[in-house]
DNA sequence: GCGGCACTGTGACGGCCATCACCGCGACTA
DNA sequence: TAGTCGCGGTGATGGCCGTCACAGTGCCGC
């Protein structure tokens, strides 16, 4: 079976590779067995677009793998990222809870397997399983918690180094420490970082040369190594 | 019963004049009745602090009346606005749910009543009430909107004008339109509002002075009319 | 009244950074 | 191999607005 875009459809939920450790792992079993009979699975290439901001909420997506852009936008082409999604995390779920039109757009930007189920099967089954409707407040309590965080990054910071250095070190706060470096890959392209920080392309450009400069971190091609977290640091608290 | 500060503390949850139309109203009775044993009440003076940003979530308060200012601040001494809660909002879901650390700080600015429900009740409510479950996730998703909102208004905007016009446009948004104008009382001063949209006190008063000018909008006292929308409208678009 | 305090209003100055413009580079296509 | 396109890098310029400083105003308690 061929998915559009020549990816390789998977056939449910329960051969996704990330079931176990997320969202409702750990419901009862026929709850879980109810909740994967629901959900169609679907491939979607890179520039796909899952749900726009302001259209009605149709359900919630849950992703198996690759990466999708949360951005929201104002008339007048400006754009605003608000995070990176990854594998596990199911989007669309403040919308489809409470009925409101989604509030982001989603784009697809590294193909991605996703999990879809409708508003009605979503809500139908939240309400038979009391156990689930807590672990969706739960994450939606967590996603909570990053919109604020990037909301400290944007508004808390009066200069742009800050904000970038804010950034990377939230990035640096997801991944390993090894001998005090911080190893990662970085698939944004600077104009993207520059929509998650609220700065213009130019300046992110420029505060890159500065901090590798400076010693702080070291480029090579996707790869970003932070080499002195502590001045990365000293630059937020200036 | 007097409580500190002169105020009279209501008993409980069910004298509470809003309890009818918000989170928990459109429950079964006998849940309503269980949850009503719960919480305490208590009121607290202008000035008071619910929680602390970083403190780990004690518990819920819930607003029978009075004004809560919800921010963050960074080290050195900068705040953030997100929102000013009012009568019936829930505070503290987030952490409570999630049992992170509270990840906002909420002082009182105008003298206020609230229940308090403390982390394990709440926990333990949920988990025998489904419904309530799935009726504290809608809260989240809504709580969800306003901190995007607020996003978006910091966020895209380029200049403290539109930012300044698009607060004052989501005022607007949630008070009654009558012969092409809106009434509102701001209790806020120029300082909060500068940091409800990351601009500088100062900033704030020229804008003020300049919106007037141009007929945008007029101020008695604490009353704020919002004279030409459009006008305001076209500010953002700019 | 009078001092103190919180808030508003206003001028001057300077720095940060958005914007524009242009170049180099690698990848991919024809 | 030339052409195109997306991306990164860089200089010049100008304006917005944050900051500092201080004056004016209303409100409070004493």
């Given at each position: ?15 996704c ?6 969202l409702?792992?750990?419901?009862p ?11 169609s ?7 796909a ?25 104002s ?5 605003l990222?608000l995070r990176?999604?990854?594998q596990?995390?199911v ?12 509030e ?15 508003r ?7 309400r038979?399983?009391?156990?689930a ?18 909301m ?20 640096a706060?997801?991944h ?7 190893k990662?890959?970085?698939t ?5 970082i ?6 213009s ?18 480029v ?19």
């Amino acid at each position: 079976m061929r998915a559009p875009y020549g990816l390789e459809i998977i056939e449910s939920c329960l051969s996704c590779p990330h079931r176990e450790d997320r969202l409702f792992c750990n419901l009862p079993p026929p709850a879980v067995q109810k909740l994967a009979a629901i959900p169609s699975a679907a491939a979607y290439p890179k520039g796909a677009t899952l749900f726009v901001e302001g259209q009605s909420a149709r359900g919630v997506f849950i992703l198996c793998s690759g990466k999708v852009k949360l951005s929201t936008s104002s008339a007048d082409g400006k754009s605003l990222i608000l995070r990176i999604s990854e594998q596990g995390e199911v989007l669309g779920l403040p919308a489809t809870v409470t009925g409101k039109p989604y509030e982001l757009t989603a784009d697809v930007i590294e193909p991605t397997q996703a999990n879809f189920i409708s508003r009605t099967d979503f809500l139908l089954f939240l309400r038979e399983h009391g156990e689930a409707a807590l672990r969706v407040a739960q994450q939606l309590g967590e996603t909570y918690h990053l919109a604020i965080a990037e909301m400290r990054t944007i508004g808390l910071s009066r200069s742009a180094a800050e904000k970038l250095a804010r950034f990377l070190l939230d990035l640096a706060a997801n991944h390993d420490e090894e001998k005090g470096e911080v190893k990662l890959t970085l698939t944004l392209t600077h104009e993207e970082i520059a929509q998650m920080i609220g700065a213009s392309r130019e300046t992110v450009t420029r505060l890159f040369a500065d901090f590798k400069k400076k010693d702080f971190l070291q480029v090579k091609g996707s790869t970003l190594i932070i080499r002195n977290k502590a001045g990365l640091e000293s630059v937020v608290a200036a």
